[in-house]
Antibody
Framework: QVQLVQSGAEVKKPGASVKVSCQTS????????ISWVRQAPGQGLEWMGW????????NYAQNFQGRVTMTTDTSTNTAYMELRSLRSDDTAVYYC???????????WGQGTLVTVSS | QSALTQPPSASGTPGQRVTISCSGS????????VIWYQQLPGTAPKLLIY???QRPSGVPDRFSVSKSGTSASLAISGLQSEDEADYYC????????????FGGGTKLTVL
């Protein structure tokens, strides 16, 4: 079965960076894109960006341009999302999702809580 | 502010039929399929229904969708206690550079 398993919770200080991993299994990794979606405490869903696993192309949401980098490792079927210059309002649960095109996010990781606090 | 507008809350009693609306524009709902996600308390969202009432395996047919112009609705018939969750609509947006938009979410309470 399709699974996306994310790395564990992180606590970071303002200004630091965080890199979240998303290990996938159960499907052909290069056949789908990966999007990253975050959810601040008590808030809705916010799309951060997308990466084409096959081509490596990326498309980042304007809010994160210049601060986020999404990559993949096809040898381990793992996707990564790095967010830099963290602020307190970056505290959120970060999800990787298998993107089946047209924003049909068919499978979600379990989420990674990133807490930014001094 | 989300590009798609949903009511913040909805409620119903067991067995009732409830609907959740999602309003957008000609560039998103007006020209693309609407996707709905369900987020049970403390869990990751999951794909609930999309397109022409296409449901992933395991999603009961009590959930259905409709669309008219730039608005869409999710209907839940025979409401059950386990349906208590947050529901998000989403749609591809032709006016944005390769991305879609989410609604702000609707918290459904089963009374």
């Amino acid at each position: 079965q399709v699974q996306l398993v994310q790395s564990g919770a992180e606590v970071k200080k303002p200004g630091a960076s965080v890199k979240v991993s998303c290990q996938t299994s159960g499907y052909i990794f290069t056949s789908y894109g990966i999007s990253w979606v975050r959810q601040a405490p008590g808030q809705g869903l916010e799309w951060m960006g997308w990466i084409s696993v096959y081509y490596g192309h990326t498309n980042y949401a304007q809010n994160f341009q210049g601060r986020v980098t999404m990559t993949t490792d096809t040898s381990t079927n793992t996707a990564y999302m790095e967010l830099r210059s963290l602020r307190s309002d970056d505290t959120a649960v970060y999800y990787c999702v298998r993107d089946s095109s047209g924003w049909i996010f068919s499978h979600w990781g379990q989420g990674t809580l990133v807490t930014v606090s001094s | 502010q989300s590009a798609l507008t949903q009511p913040p809350s909805a409620s119903g009693t067991p067995g009732q039929r409830v609907t959740i609306s999602c309003s957008g524009s000609s560039s998103n709902i007006g020209s693309n399929s609407v996707i709905w996600y369900q987020q049970l308390p403390g869990t990751a969202p999951k794909l609930l229904i999309y397109g022409n009432n296409q449901r992933p395996s395991g999603v009961p047919d009590r959930f259905s969708v409709s669309k008219s112009g730039t608005s869409a609705s999710l209907a839940i018939s025979g409401l059950q206690s386990e349906d208590e969750a947050d529901y998000y609509c989403a749609a591809w947006d032709d006016s944005l550079n390769g991305r879609g938009v989410f609604g702000g979410g609707t918290k459904l309470t089963v009374l």
